[in-house]
C-alpha cells in the first residue's frame, strides 16, 4: 500500500524550530521527487520546498530560503523538513508529496501521492 505519513508539527513560538517529518511506504522515497507544500486557512496551496529524484537538488521559494532545509534519509525512507526562524506567516497545514517524475514539479497538481498533513502554528 503506497502512503505517506508527516508527522513533526506543532505549536511553536515565534523565532521557534520544528522538523517535520515524512515516511513513505509502499514505494522508494529515493526514487521520486519530493515537494512540501502548505495550506493557510482561507489561502490556496503553496508549494515551499522540493528535492528532485535525480540528483537531489533543492528548490524553497524565497520566503523561506534560508531558513527551511529540505532533506531525505534512503535509509528510513523518510524526507524531513526542517524549519527555523519561524514567523507567524508560517502558520498552517503541511503536506509532503511524492511525484514519480524527473526533476521536481512546482505545481501541486504533478504530484501523485500525498500524505495526511500536519498543523503547524506559529504564534507566542
Known amino acids: 500500500q503506497v502512503q505517506l505519513v508527516e508527522s513533526g508539527g506543532g505549536l511553536v513560538h515565534p523565532g521557534g524550530s520544528l522538523r517535520l517529518s515524512c515516511t513513505a511506504s509502499?514505494?522508494?522515497?529515493?526514487?521520486?521527487?519530493i515537494g512540501w507544500f502548505r495550506q493557510a486557512p482561507g489561502k490556496e496551496r503553496e508549494g515551499v520546498s522540493y528535492m528532485a529524484s535525480t540528483d537531489e537538488s533543492t528548490y524553497e521559494i524565497d520566503s523561506v530560503k534560508g531558513r527551511f532545509t529540505i532533506s531525505r534519509d534512503s535509509a528510513k525512507n523518510t524526507a524531513y523538513l526542517e524549519m527555523s526562524s519561524l514567523k507567524r506567516e508560517d502558520t498552517g497545514v503541511y503536506y509532503c508529496?511524492?511525484?514519480?517524475?524527473?526533476?521536481?514539479?512546482?505545481?501541486?497538481?504533478?504530484?501523485?501521492?500525498w500524505g495526511q498533513g500536519t498543523q503547524v502554528t506559529v504564534s507566542s
Open positions: 508529496a511524492a511525484a514519480r517524475t524527473l526533476g521536481f514539479p512546482l505545481n501541486w497538481d504533478e504530484y501523485d501521492y
Open positions: 509502499g514505494f522508494t522515497l529515493a526514487s521520486v521527487a
